[in-house]
């Protein structure tokens, strides 16, 4: 398809915020820098009507890398023997916490492997201390699939958001993905049953991840049309040298940063964040993530003695610097394009202009 024609199918997006499988695949295999360029003016344009030029901060604390599953791209998957790992107890998620509170974060996100040592009840009780000492702010877990008394259970002891990437909108792409214990509808009706239970909820794919097409990236859009989540994660592959993917070329910056802009365009009041793995596969990624139409960042805020520990992927940057490091670092990137790090719960804007 020709330029011009493309831009018609953004103008399209813009007014529409929507495009079938066949339009949003020519986008994706046809777009060049100056349709780049393009996309991003709308998408930031969309992005300040709503969110102005602030960008929302979420403390990462990863609070375990045990993991019962084997995802065939994730650096702490089991059957990756030379991971070394760790638990955070309790105490030293509320130290994180703490510190995090201290730096302006208001959402605390918990992020871990699927690991059966944090049973519901313990993950409970972690909600219930955070939400007592800080009322002030948000509680997002990321813990991955669990059954829908657990989802409840957590939503009832105060949890606010839920963040679970459902990876690739394609079933046949998941199973290259995922070994065959996983299942891709179990995956997806999670997604619904957070929805119903009333999280804020994140979805989210990786851009480049092995056998995907053009077609399965257009698939990942219809998808997030279909589901309208509140936030949506997403970032490059990148090869982890200890899985089967370890030969497997890297997503590309060019790409993520084109489905940032057409996510923006789709669903113009979602959370976006500028993600750790756009940081890594290239050093100002994450400001040309902010450019392209994510509002959102999520330093690390966990203990620097297990942050090495906690790669899902090769090179993953801020893994030696203290949060108050990583805080100030992000402040002054934001701040050299224009935007700012603001200190609020940060939750969705779905009914704005
Ligand atoms: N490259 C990029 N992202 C990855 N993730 C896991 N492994 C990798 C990798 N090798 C992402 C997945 C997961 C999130 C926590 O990190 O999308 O949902
Ligand atoms: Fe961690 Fe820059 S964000 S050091």
């Keep these: 398809m020709k330029q011009h024609e493309l831009q018609q199918l953004i103008d399209k997006l813009e007014a529409c ?15 060049d820098a100056e349709l780049s360029e393009y996309l991003f003016d709308k998408a930031r344009r969309i992005r300040h009507s709503r ?14 890398n045990y993991c019962k599953n084997d995802c065939l791209y994730c650096g702490i998957r089991r059957s990756n023997k030379r991971a070394e790992r760790y638990r955070l107890t309790e105490n030293e998620i509320m130290e ?12 605390f996100v918990l992020q871990g492997g699927e690991d059966p040592f944090y049973t519901d009840e313990k993950i409970i009780s972690v909600i219930q201390r955070i939400k007592a000492q800080y009322p002030d702010c948000a509680v997002t877990l990321s813990i991955g699939e669990r059954e829908h008394e657990s989802y409840q259970a957590f939503f009832d002891a105060g949890a606010d958001r839920y963040l679970l990437r459902h990876e ?14 996983l299942s891709f509808e179990h995956r997806i009706n999670c997604l619904y049953d957070l929805k119903s239970i009333g999280f804020q909820v994140g979805c989210g794919f990786m851009v480049g991840s092995p056998f995907q097409t053009p077609e399965n990236l257009a698939e990942d859009m219809l998808f997030l049309s279909r589901l309208r989540p509140d936030m949506v994660g997403i970032g490059p592959f990148i090869a982890h040298h ?22 923006r365009l789709t669903l113009p009041y979602v959370l ?9 596969i290239h050093p100002r990624g994450r400001e040309l993530g902010i450019l392209a139409g994510a509002n959102v960042v999520m330093p690390n805020l966990s203990p620097v003695s297990v942050r090495k520990k906690y790669m899902l992927y090769d090179n993953k940057i801020c893994t030696g610097d203290e949060s108050a490091e990583c805080r100030n670092c992000l402040e002054m990137r934001m701040r050299s394009i224009g935007y700012q790090v603001v200190t609020a719960r940060g939750d969705v804007k779905r009914d704005t202009v």
């Design 17 to 31: 915020r929507s495009l079938s499988k066949g339009e949003y695949t020519a986008l994706i295999t046809g777009f």
């Design 51 to 64: 969110y102005g030029h602030d960008v929302y901060v979420r403390g990462l604390i990863e609070f375990t």
């Design 96 to 107: 994180c916490c703490k510190e995090g509170y201290a730096l302006g974060f208001r959402t």
């Design 168 to 181: 690739t909108a394609s079933k046949s792409h998941y199973e290259r993905l995922h070994p065959k214990e």
């Design 242 to 263: 200890d899985t089967p993917f370890s030969d497997k070329p890297n997503g590309a910056l060019e790409l993520t940063l084109f489905m940032l802009g057409l996510i």
């Design 272 to 280: 976006l964040p500028s993600t750790t793995a756009l940081g890594t």
